[in-house]
DNA sequence: TAGATTGTTAATCGATTAACAATC
DNA sequence: TAGATTGTTAATCGATTAACAATC
């Protein structure tokens, strides 16, 4: 039943998701496209086209229930479903990827932690035990691995882009400051911290110009 | 003269940016709109009208040179101008961004980085002392700080805008799993990493419902 | 000069917004 | 029922692609 959904549209479930997460938690039980549109600084219209993509999710003349939309949203973004995870990169972002709380709230298991440095060899991070990177073929043939987080230096990405592709593994959460590569089957989501920094230095240049 | 260039084409620039940069490594002299394209996986249509909402860069038979486009998007985007960015969360994250390399090729200079855990007092981070929060506004008053970057616990992140509002820094780079609600003089680039991580599990969620 | 490739206008495509009938 | 608000169609707007004359 994939309808093939724009991509523009995919890209704003989460804010939906977190806005409403907000709502639930301020105990609001339901709420109008026009109100959600003022909170978050869109038109009504855009959240009902967005929301219909997916099913008629409100009721004419009461709007949305907050709870049952914010679960339903969940469910479409697949954070019912566990994904097992494992840190190519013992460093200090992947260590904070590692602590990062939310994770496991939205169904994400760090399942192993892996780094080159001997010295790490041992230690744990939130009961993982970081592993070093020879056991990393090992690791996989014994667990379900879903996603690999990429927070090694630069020049070791390429190199583990070719392992996760034979070891079969479906994703990369791509944090290396470059452009992986891949097969078209292999899913990449890429946080190019880089590009943020350059956004930002380009509206204080403006800014500046002004 | 800001002609008001749309924010889909400024979001290019950074991609482009990196490419040209590779290019330049590889000691690359000249490239066509067509053969980036092919390298970039986008229209070389897109590519020669990205470019021209700046000015022509190219030129008629021989296409961009690599080394003064690459400097020009720069000059662009601001790198050749110093930033001042402090650091507003000492953990995992925070010490993994003051660590980041990239960061200063770029232009940007941590000069603080602040926590609330007396433990980390007077620890540093590349040369960068860790200072207590009730240090930051008089760190600010005698100091020119152009970004803070939040990388604290969410709970902490509005009470900080406050200050940084009141403090005039004017821009924030926003790590917080939250919309800060801020005056529109303020630049905030987000950086939602659980966003990302939804964006993904939606993937895999489709992935395997084929 | 001939060939290549840009800069730019025009055509197309897709995404956003407006409007309103359907309906709770 | 009357009022509110959705779901959805139609209109608009903006972004992408195609095409080609200008020009190096």
């Not at 009721?59 to 019912?80: A, C, E, F, P, R």
């Not at 169904?107 to 939130?126: A, H, I, Q, T, W």
């Not at 987080?149 to 630069?154: D, V």
């Amino acid at each position: 039943m994939s309808k093939d959904i724009s991509n523009a549209v995919i890209r704003r479930m989460p804010r939906y998701y977190r806005y409403l997460g907000d709502l639930l938690e301020k105990g609001i039980e339901r709420i109008s496209s026009n109100d959600l549109s003022a909170l978050m600084n869109v038109t009504a219209s855009q959240i009902r086209q967005d929301l219909n993509n997916f099913g008629g999710f409100g009721q004419q003349g009461y709007g949305y229930n907050v709870k049952s939309l914010h679960k339903t949203i969940g469910t479409i973004l697949g954070l019912d479903i566990t994904h097992h995870v494992v840190i190519l990169g013992a460093g200090n972002l992947g260590r904070a990827l590692a602590n990062f709380v939310q994770f496991e709230r939205r169904g994400f298991k760090v399942v192993g932690l892996f780094d080159v440095n001997p010295e790490l060899k041992g230690r744990s991070v939130r009961n993982v035990k970081i592993m070093m990177i020879d056991e990393f073929d090992g690791f996989v043939k014994e667990n379900k691995v879903d996603i690999a987080a990429f927070t090694m230096p630069r020049d070791k990405a390429q190199l583990m882009v070719d392992k996760v592709v034979s070891l079969k593994i479906p994703a990369i959460w791509n944090f290396a400051n470059m452009e992986l590569s891949l097969p078209d089957d292999v899913i990449v989501e890429n946080v190019h911290l880089s590009d943020s920094l350059m956004q930002l230095s380009y509206d204080l240049a403006k800014r500046n110009e002004k």
